[in-house]
């Protein structure tokens, strides 16, 4: 099923993959730390930031895909339900042409004593 294909990879893939980048960061940025150029100190917080929008990102797409996969398991929930509905209405119309066909035959018998013409 396409839900389970998506939480396997959400689970195995995109969180850990999340967490791995983060704990390769977690020391920070060293490069330029004790430069007092400004070009170093622009490029070290720009990449700072760069960090913090793919953090932001991964965040954002964990939770984007978790929406994703509760909204196709209530799609999917409503088709088995729409299918139940529909086996039970199907039932229902057969029933109700077996009891008219049975009707329509009693109607059809010659009264009971009687002799054919």
Do not use: C, H, W
Request: proline share 3%; no cysteine; net charge negative.
């Amino acid at each position: 099923m396409f839900t389970n294909v998506m939480k396997t990879d959400v689970t195995n893939g995109l969180k850990p993959g999340i967490a791995r980048a983060e704990a390769e960061v977690q020391t920070g940025l060293r490069f330029g730390a004790n430069t007092a150029g400004g070009e170093v100190v622009a490029a070290r917080d720009a990449m700072a930031a760069s960090l913090q929008r793919a953090r932001e990102n991964g965040a954002k797409q964990v939770e984007a895909a978790e929406i994703l996969i509760a909204a196709m398991e209530k799609v999917l929930a409503n088709y088995a339900s729409a299918d139940t509905a529909s086996a039970g209405q199907i039932a229902t119309v057969e029933k109700t042409l077996l009891d008219a066909i049975t009707a329509a035959e009693k109607v059809m018998l010659p009264p009971t004593g009687s002799v054919p013409q």
